[in-house]
């Protein structure tokens, strides 16, 4: 069965620090995966995906992930934390055959000033 | 302009209540969803719709119907609502003829408080 593990359900960094956000997945197929972005009050946007055209993959506010097949790994980085980034963060590996969003358990973030 | 939209956003009601809950999305997708996210922020899939034909029912209880009028449409009818039924209820949608892995647009939320 295919999931997605988050590491650290709450992740404080200081502004202009490096954000690194973990997601862990188990797929016995070559996986899709999403990170997501949730601002308080708000629904979902889509952050980035990987859908295996290339291992790096660029998001939207600066933000990128790296898919590691060997370490089963898409962490989501960004190299300089803004204080707009503060904010929940869900890493998800969708089924292929019926559109099924599994999500992890979410990390928020917080950007001290 | 919206692209997923829900109605409404905010929803206070006593328990045994019907209430609906309803989504709409303008971007001429063929697929639609419901999930529900808890107290705790977990995201948990519901239903969802391809062409008004029903895809996942996952297990929810029955006292939960999804109804799709038309493809742009998912409602969400809740029977009986209970103490336990207080989430947020996000509706999606994607195009699929690509397949099932492509993105998922969230609409904004409602958020169900059961008194």
């Known amino acids: 069965a295919q999931s997605v593990t988050q590491l650290g359900s709450h992740v404080s960094v200081s502004e202009g620090a490096l954000v690194l956000l973990r997601c862990n997945y188990s797929?016995?197929?070559?996986?899709?995966l999403f990170w997501y972005v949730q601002y308080p009050n708000q629904g979902l946007q889509l952050l980035l995906k990987?859908?295996?055209?290339?291992?790096l993959v660029k998001g939207i506010n600066g933000f990128e992930a790296e898919f590691k097949k060997s370490e089963t790994s898409f962490h989501l980085t960004k190299p300089s934390a803004h204080m707009s980034d503060a904010a929940e963060y869900f890493c998800?590996?969708?089924?292929?055959?019926?559109?099924?969003?599994?999500f992890g358990q979410g990390t928020t973030l917080q950007v001290k000033p | 302009d919206t692209a997923v939209s829900q109605t409404p956003k905010y929803l206070v009601t006593q328990m045994g209540n019907d209430k609906s809950i309803k989504c709409e999305q303008n971007?001429?997708?063929?697929?639609m969803y419901w999930y529900k996210q808890d107290s705790k922020k977990f995201l948990k899939i519901m239903f969802s719709?391809?062409?008004?034909?029903?895809?996942i029912n996952e297990t929810v209880p029955n006292r939960f119907s999804p109804k799709s009028p038309d493809k742009a449409h998912l409602n969400l009818h809740i029977n009986s609502l209970e103490l336990g039924d207080s989430a947020v209820y996000f509706c999606?949608?994607?195009?699929?003829?690509?397949?099932?892995?492509?993105?998922?647009?969230f609409g904004p939320g409602t958020r169900l408080l059961v008194l």
């Open positions: 999606a949608s994607s195009q699929t003829s690509g397949g099932y892995q492509e993105t998922q647009y």
């Open positions: 797929s016995s197929v070559p996986p899709y």
């Open positions: 990987y859908t295996s055209a290339a291992t």
């Open positions: 998800a590996v969708i089924l292929s055959n019926t559109g099924k969003l599994i």
């Open positions: 971007l001429g997708h063929d697929t």
């Open positions: 719709y391809n062409n008004k034909e029903l895809i």
